[in-house]
């Protein structure tokens, strides 16, 4: 069944909808009562631990979703659904999960592959012309921690995986970011209802605080996520990323780590849009790169906020400029061809030529 814009737009208010009501919700759930589980699912700690309030916005959001499901025949993929029946029997401990040797025993996800990704090659989404793909709570270990990197993700994909519409919330500083398609099918990006172009740097405020550094000008900002330091490719990127960085004329390199998937990318494309309206030579990256084992990001990770980034004209692929794989037919991961968001077209060449020489 295929969707007309009228359509497509009322579909990306319901997600704005769901979206923010979850983010609600987040805000004003007393830590106190927070509960923590593990599940079987990627090769990081930020992976696999999971709480009650993701499985809590799962539920807010599938009721507001679900209907449009039967009503347009769509498909929907939630993370929490895909890994509901892998949770540990028990747990409030994160240090039951050792990140650095977890990362270290790649090789051993294979046996639990099966048990992580069941069904995934039967799933509705790749039988039908749209899927929801919903995250309910991306970044739940810095959630947990008391940080600020994390957020609400929900996105409508095309049968080719490409991203339709996206709608992402920042509980923290309650903010929403969606995308809708205009009257010549064009998709346009929007933060709390103002259209991209129109950003001054003021609307975009609440994203350096979320990231906790002043904004300087002339700085060149990598965003990582906090598993890659226990990389081998780790140090080299890094090197490799300065030497870029003060060549072509940046005078700071900042590393940030502390966010999910979700405002990892979002921070690029910040960066990517204030630099449109503002100029002040500040360039932004957030790279995946490919590895063996399970993790890289899901679908889930990066199908809002690839929508977006293209509304924002921020390059988002694969390390090898690709489109990324949204529909992936044999994993839900990303783990395959790595995830490459980068601020500025030309800088995003010269990166995917570092990245292909780390493989």
Request: proline content about 3%; glycine content about 6%; charged content about 20%.
């Amino acid at each position: 069944m295929r969707l007309t814009t009228e359509i497509l737009n009322q579909l990306s208010l319901l997600a704005i909808q769901a979206a923010e009501q979850a983010g609600d919700y987040i805000r004003q759930f007393d830590r106190a009562l927070l509960t923590t589980h593990f599940k079987e699912a990627g090769s990081s700690q930020s992976a696999q631990v999971v709480t009650d309030v993701d499985f809590a916005c799962q539920d807010i959001i599938l009721t507001i979703l679900q209907p449009t499901c039967e009503q347009y025949d769509l498909a929907l993929l939630s993370e929490e659904q895909v890994n509901e029946k892998q949770l540990s029997e028990d747990s409030t401990n994160l240090e039951a999960i050792n990140l650095e040797s977890t990362n270290q025993k790649g090789n051993n996800q294979e046996g639990n592959k099966e048990r992580c990704e069941e069904n995934t090659n039967s799933h509705p989404r790749l039988t039908k012309d749209y899927f929801w793909c919903i995250d309910p709570l991306d970044g739940t270990l810095p959630f947990i921690e008391g940080g600020n990197g994390y957020a609400v993700s929900i996105a409508l994909l095309a049968a080719n995986g490409e991203p339709i519409l996206a709608a992402v919330h920042q509980p923290t500083s309650n903010t929403t970011y969606h995308t809708m398609i205009d009257t010549l099918g064009m998709t346009q990006g929007f933060k709390n209802k103002q259209p991209f172009n129109k950003l001054t740097e003021s609307s975009t405020s609440g994203i350096s605080s979320l990231n906790t550094f002043k904004k300087v000008n002339n700085t060149f900002t990598f965003y990582s996520d906090r598993s890659f330091q226990f990389s081998e490719h780790y140090p080299l990127l890094i090197k490799q990323l300065t030497i870029l960085a003060h060549e072509l004329g940046y005078e700071k390199v900042v590393i940030k780590e502390q966010a999910g998937a979700v405002m990892n990318a979002i921070s690029v494309i910040e960066c990517a849009v204030m630099e449109k309206q503002n100029p002040q030579h500040n360039a932004a990256c957030y790279i995946k790169l490919p590895k063996p084992q399970l993790g890289g990001g899901s679908l889930w990770d990066f199908s809002a906020t690839a929508c977006l980034a293209t509304a924002a004209d921020t390059w988002v692929s694969d390390i090898h400029g690709n489109p990324l794989d949204l529909n992936r037919h044999d994993s839900n991961y990303m783990n395959h061809q790595g995830v490459l968001y980068v601020s500025e077209q030309h800088l995003a060449r010269r990166l995917i030529t570092i990245c292909n020489a780390l493989k």
